[in-house]
T-cell receptor, first 115, second 112 residues
Framework: NAGVMQNPRHLVRRRGQEARLRCSPM?????VYWYRQLPEEGLKFMVY????????ESGMPKERFSAEFPKEGPSILRIQQVVRGDSAAYFC?????????????FGPGTRLTVL | DAKTTQPNSMESNEEEPVHLPCNHS???????IHWYRQLPSQGPEYVIH???SNVNNRMASLAIAEDRKSSTLILHRATLRDAAVYYC?????????????FGKGTKLTVNP
């Protein structure tokens, strides 16, 4: 059973370009979470999605950021018109069902660098 | 969000036990105590979790105080690979917002 997969692992964008980060959850997992880790900082929750639904986006910046988890295919975190402050590691996690007696499985992350 | 307090850093020697403390005095009755760790340049990794009773798995043990206001993650024999930031997280029903709230964690250094 493959773990959570994220691609690309490293992404370089120039200011103003778009960044698309993909996350394939573990097989059978229908809950996906995105977290961001700025340089020398802790992990911060961004968004929680179930298939085709955004459940909690309280951690998403109000502009330029969006996320989706379609019925088929990976979850996508999209950052439009990137700025240098978006440079960070973006981690995706998944879980099979929502109970708190359960762990979240994290992917290896996508490291975004904005030039 | 429920809060946890951990020391910023701890140091251990290889093959010795390590006790990582966590205080969570505002824990609610429905909060599970989860521990994750993050090795350098990697994603977080689940370690262990518990509710009231002490827990053991292949990675570690979790000792939970009787009043649940504190817990201790125990690594029985530290290895160099255990050098990581360890996060103690309270995870429970949040009214639809089911996120892990990471604090600063404890950076564990393991000396050879």
């Amino acid at each position: 059973n493959a773990g959570v997969m994220q691609n690309p692992r490293h992404l370089v964008r120039r200011r103003g370009q778009e960044a698309r980060l993909r996350c394939s959850p573990m097989k059978g997992h229908s809950h996906v979470y995105w977290y961001r880790q700025l340089p020398e900082e802790g992990l911060k929750f961004m968004v929680y999605l179930q298939k085709e639904n955004i459940i909690d986006e309280s951690g998403m910046p109000k502009e330029r950021f969006s996320a989706e988890f379609p019925k088929e295919g990976p979850s996508i975190l999209r950052i439009q018109q990137v700025v240098r402050g978006d440079s960070a590691a973006y981690f995706c996690a998944s879980s099979p069902i929502l109970i708190h007696n359960n762990e979240q499985f994290f992917g290896p992350g996508t490291r975004l660098t904005v030039l | 969000d429920a809060k946890t307090t951990q020391p910023n850093s701890m140091e251990s020697n290889e093959e010795e036990p390590v006790h990582l403390p966590c205080n969570h005095s505002t824990i609610s009755g429905t909060d599970y105590i989860h521990w994750y760790r993050q090795l350098p340049s990697q994603g977080p990794e689940y370690v262990i979790h518990g509710l009231t009773s002490n827990v053991n798995n292949r990675m570690a043990s979790l000792a939970i105080a009787e009043d649940r206001k504190s817990s201790t993650l125990i690594l029985h024999r530290a290895t160099l690979r255990d050098a990581a930031v360890y996060y103690c997280i309270l995870f429970g029903p949040q009214g639809g917002s089911e996120k892990l709230v990471f604090g600063k964690g404890t950076k564990l250094t393991v000396n050879p």
